[in-house]
């Protein structure tokens, strides 16, 4: 179980300023096994939640404790993976997947055992001397995601990361996604600014409003897997959380753009 | 390309040598090619002094620069690298490094002469001298260039401090530190041959060669030894450019 005790967390650009709050008073209590989505409008503090869950940032105040243990310092447990892939370009597949092994002691042939498993799971196959830059988007992200489990966290977090992907690479992944989950039952945090993502694969939504993040809203998406993208209850769901977050979008939006799309 | 190079090289000298067939440069203030070449053949066959042929020459100043140029690396990129990781050992080395950088090498020719003496120690100094900031600048900057997301990454993969140096800063920076490198060596050259004006004491040396050539007023010999050195530092940079395509195989 990973809970969340009354986190706030600010930034200050100096110490005389008035820090600018980002996350308030959150309270969380995440469940082993969960996939948990979080969406919430642009700039209202997931990204720093999930770092502060990852132990890369110490909240202000609150704590977060994993298994009755509280989070520290980065490497207790979680996984991160990035928007932004996060691969050693200098790295191959294999040695960057090896890279998640680094902390543990384990014999040679044991560790060959253990990524080689994964280059098969992940259809990784023949690309395993592949250097970061020759690989699509979609492939990338398969890296990095088998790199963070080789190192077999508790938790795994997902900061939007399919989002610089094209829409074929994303459906395909969100369903890798689900059923690497269901196999693994590992806990699944995973932040999108795609509501259709959200609903597709995660078994609970949290709605953040705008900053500083508070919880607005907090659901139970009850359908069976594999879930089908089209169904009516599924539509359903969908518009009432667009419905929660078109309140909680600023009104800049609109003034500004004129009309706001929440497809990416 | 290559041919476009070579041909760019060839019509340079055919002009040069067109203007000193008709006499549009004298003889005495620029000599032809052809003279170089003939000087070059002197160089290798008779030496200057005599006795001290051109590989003697050359090899004596290679070792002034290698020897030079590997302190200067095994020093320079390693302080690069923790300069680049740590920021309290940046604040506290920068202006140490910043005040020494702008003082040209030149200048301690004197100082290294009182310290070392003539001979291999000042000239390795020198060049050291040269050789050491390109690298530590290019290095922080290599370092500081390396995407915090890796780093992020890395520590979320429940990697040390210490092996975030070694397996992200370090491979990272790997492309600024070749640049360190070649402009470093590339420095280490210039500054050898003004260190060698000064004199060395086994009368082998380019730069010492080159000053011999200009007191018994012979600019076919000067121009001869300037173009030796020329050729050998592009062939070393070259070198230098193939083993930075194999090494960084993955940008």
Redesign the interface.
Known sequence: MLQLTDISHGFSANAKEESLEVVRNLSLTIERGEFLSIIGPNGCGKTTLL?II???IRPSYGRVILAGKEIEA???G???V?Q?F?L????TVWRNIE??L??KKLGRSKREEIIKSYIVRFGLDGFEGC???GLSGGMKQKV?IA??LV?EPEVLLMDEPFASLDAQSRNFLQEFLVRLWQGSGKTIIFVTHNVDEAIFMSRRIVLLGRRPAEVKLDIEIDLPYPRDRTCRRLNHTRRSILESLREETPAEYYTKLGYFSWTD | MSCLRHSAIFFVVLVWQLMCSLKILPHIVVPSPIDVCLGLRDLVTLGLPPGYSLGGHLLASLRRVMLGFFVAAAIGIPLGLLMGWSRALHTTLRPIVEILRPIPPLAWIPMAIIWFGIGLKSAVFIIFLGAFFPMVLNTIAGVTLVSPVLVEASLTLGISRWGILTTVLAPGALPSIFTGVRVGLGIGWMTLVAAEFTGVESGYGLGYMIMTARDIQRPDLILAGTATIGLVGFAIDSMIVLVRGKVLRWL
Do not use: D
């Not at chain 1, 050693?88 to 790295?91: C, E, L």
């Open positions: 770092r990852a132990g890369l980065a490497g207790q979680v996984g991160l990035f932004e996060a050693m370009p200098w790295r890279l998640g680094a902390k250097f970061p830059k990095a790199r963070a190192n």
